[in-house]
């Protein structure tokens, strides 16, 4: 790292998985000049070092609105070899960013996505025991993690840095104990010889794709230029491949007659949740580090 450094941090709206932190971070380690990138998804803040702010940060904010994503620089600039880490104002991690930008109708948009979200995620849930299904078991905590990580973005705006890590990592710890409990249910589901309801799994497995095109569809309006557009709906097919592979789960099991089809993307859906679950809780971690020095 240069001598000359500079720690600059953003909050940064519209993340609501670890792989969305993990395609910002790409983004911002491909303009010249930017180090040692870190993006939080507990606390939606990303932190850098750079040589020359006044040119590479416009290039950088660029690159990520391209992605679909808003930053908002939270205090002034830093240099990294400061004693304290600290501007003229106090701690910039306490600094509430400007986002004049969230509309009061965009707000409600977000309101409406949480509630889409953890909603049909509830429903998702009964539902995979009427249908015995470990697939749809899997595919509800993408709902409840999605809703709870968009709720948390849009409660913790002004909080400090410790308290946003805090709930994150409660948060984390809640997801990552329903996503061990649909694990455990599905490992003993594989000594039990017990069929899903095909047609009821592939019901509720529709309609969930249904429920994630309508929380595209409310956000649409609120994204400027087709890049954001085309984000949004990226997001959103990221999670219907989800929902899609329970639908062809559930035509398997009624082909075969086989509870396999369902236990297969019951894992591999469970997987991917708790490795977000564990990305929330190791960025929770680090942030309460930084916030404790």
Known sequence: MSATAQTIRYHVTGMDCSSCAAKIEGAARKVEGVQDV???????????????????LPVLETAVADLGYQLDRL??????????????DGDDDE??????????????????????????????????FLAGSQALQADSLDFLGDGLISFLGLVAVGWG???????????????GLLGLGVVASTVFR???????????????????FVVNVLAAVVLIPHR????????????????AIGNLAVVAAAALVWWTGSQWPDLVVAFAVAGLFLQSAWSIIRDARSDLKQAAR
């Open 38 to 56: 870190k993006v939080s998804i507990a606390s939606q803040i990303m932190t850098l070092e750079v040589d020359d702010p006044a040119r590479q």
């Open 75 to 88: 205090g002034g600039q830093k240099a990294s070899g400061r004693e304290h880490d600290h501007d003229e």
């Open 95 to 128: 600094h509430i960013p400007d986002l004049s930008h969230v509309t009061p109708a965009y707000k409600r948009a977000l309101w409406i996505v949480v509630l889409l979200n953890v909603g049909y995620g509830v429903v998702e849930i009964v539902g995979s």
């Open 161 to 175: 840095l410790a308290a946003r890590a805090k709930a994150a990592l409660l948060q984390g710890v809640f997801l």
């Open 190 to 208: 594989v000594f039990i010889d017990h069929q899903p309801e095909s047609l009821l799994m592939g019901g509720f497995a529709l309609v969930a």
């Open 224 to 239: 400027k230029g087709d890049a954001n557009m085309r984000a949004v709906w990226l997001f959103s097919r990221n999670d």
